[in-house]
Protein backbone atom coordinates (compact mmCIF):
# COMPACT_ATOMS: atom_id res chain seq x y z
CA UNK A 1 0.00 0.00 0.00
CA UNK A 2 1.43 3.12 -1.04
CA UNK A 3 0.63 6.64 0.94
CA UNK A 4 1.94 9.59 1.17
CA UNK A 5 5.27 8.50 0.01
CA UNK A 6 5.13 5.96 1.95
CA UNK A 7 4.62 1.79 1.28
CA UNK A 8 3.20 -0.19 4.18
CA UNK A 9 2.73 -4.04 3.84
CA UNK A 10 4.07 -6.99 4.97
CA UNK A 11 7.46 -8.33 5.82
CA UNK A 12 6.59 -12.53 6.18
CA UNK A 13 3.89 -12.14 8.77
CA UNK A 14 4.85 -8.62 10.16
CA UNK A 15 3.66 -5.40 9.34
CA UNK A 16 6.37 -2.76 7.90
CA UNK A 17 6.83 0.65 6.45
CA UNK A 18 9.28 1.79 4.08
CA UNK A 19 10.65 4.94 2.67
CA UNK A 20 9.15 4.68 -1.09
CA UNK A 21 11.89 7.00 -2.49
CA UNK A 22 15.16 5.37 -0.81
CA UNK A 23 13.59 1.78 0.08
CA UNK A 24 14.95 2.47 3.84
CA UNK A 25 12.69 0.60 6.29
CA UNK A 26 10.88 3.10 8.87
CA UNK A 27 9.54 0.58 11.15
CA UNK A 28 8.73 -3.15 11.93
CA UNK A 29 6.33 -4.29 14.12
CA UNK A 30 2.69 -5.94 14.71
CA UNK A 31 2.50 -9.97 13.83
CA UNK A 32 -0.63 -10.66 12.09
CA UNK A 33 0.07 -13.97 10.21
CA UNK A 34 -0.57 -13.74 6.39
CA UNK A 35 -2.82 -11.39 6.96
CA UNK A 36 -4.43 -8.29 4.67
CA UNK A 37 -4.67 -4.65 4.66
CA UNK A 38 -6.42 -1.95 2.95
CA UNK A 39 -5.89 2.40 3.45
CA UNK A 40 -8.56 4.16 4.70
CA UNK A 41 -8.94 7.78 5.77
CA UNK A 42 -5.38 7.60 6.78
CA UNK A 43 -5.39 4.60 8.22
CA UNK A 44 -4.09 0.62 7.98
CA UNK A 45 -7.25 -2.09 8.36
CA UNK A 46 -6.08 -4.85 8.63
CA UNK A 47 -7.58 -8.49 8.87
CA UNK A 48 -5.19 -10.92 10.83
CA UNK A 49 -4.91 -14.62 9.40
CA UNK A 50 -6.73 -15.85 12.88
CA UNK A 51 -9.59 -12.93 11.94
CA UNK A 52 -9.24 -10.23 14.29
CA UNK A 53 -9.53 -7.02 12.37
CA UNK A 54 -6.96 -4.19 13.64
CA UNK A 55 -6.88 -0.60 12.99
CA UNK A 56 -2.76 0.99 12.31
CA UNK A 57 -2.43 4.45 12.04
CA UNK A 58 -0.21 4.90 8.68
CA UNK A 59 2.38 6.61 9.63
CA UNK A 60 6.21 6.62 8.87
CA UNK A 61 7.54 7.74 12.49
CA UNK A 62 6.31 4.29 14.42
CA UNK A 63 3.92 1.17 14.56
CA UNK A 64 1.03 2.56 16.08
CA UNK A 65 -2.07 -0.22 16.55
CA UNK A 66 -5.14 1.93 17.68
CA UNK A 67 -7.49 -1.35 17.96
CA UNK A 68 -8.12 -4.91 17.83
CA UNK A 69 -10.94 -6.70 17.53
CA UNK A 70 -12.62 -10.55 17.08
CA UNK A 71 -14.09 -10.59 13.68
CA UNK A 72 -14.78 -13.75 12.32
CA UNK A 73 -13.44 -17.59 13.35
CA UNK A 74 -10.85 -19.55 11.78
CA UNK A 75 -8.09 -18.71 9.00
CA UNK A 76 -8.92 -15.28 7.14
CA UNK A 77 -6.92 -14.37 4.23
CA UNK A 78 -9.61 -12.36 2.49
CA UNK A 79 -8.90 -8.76 1.91
CA UNK A 80 -11.25 -6.03 3.98
CA UNK A 81 -13.97 -3.65 2.23
CA UNK A 82 -14.92 -1.15 3.43
CA UNK A 83 -18.33 1.04 1.80
CA UNK A 84 -20.49 3.74 3.09
CA UNK A 85 -19.61 3.19 6.50
CA UNK A 86 -19.24 -0.52 6.94
CA UNK A 87 -16.50 -2.65 7.27
CA UNK A 88 -17.02 -6.42 5.79
CA UNK A 89 -15.21 -8.98 6.74
CA UNK A 90 -15.28 -12.78 5.22
CA UNK A 91 -12.99 -15.82 5.03
CA UNK A 92 -14.44 -19.42 3.48
CA UNK A 93 -17.26 -19.95 6.00
CA UNK A 94 -18.47 -17.02 7.44
CA UNK A 95 -19.19 -12.59 7.30
CA UNK A 96 -19.25 -10.03 9.46
CA UNK A 97 -19.95 -6.07 9.49
CA UNK A 98 -19.59 -4.06 11.20
CA UNK A 99 -20.41 -0.34 11.28
CA UNK A 100 -17.59 2.30 11.68
CA UNK A 101 -17.26 5.54 14.22
CA UNK A 102 -14.30 7.84 13.70
CA UNK A 103 -11.14 6.44 15.65
CA UNK A 104 -10.19 7.77 19.29
CA UNK A 105 -7.45 10.29 18.71
Known sequence: M???GYVYGF???ILACLDAKTGELKWKGGRYGYGQLLLAGGYLVITTEDGEVVLVRATPESHQELARF?????RTWN???ID???????NTSEMACFR???PAQ
Open 84 to 90: NGLLLVR
Open 79 to 81: IPA
Open 11 to 13: DEA
Open 100 to 102: LGK
Open 70 to 74: SAVQG
Open 2 to 4: LYQ
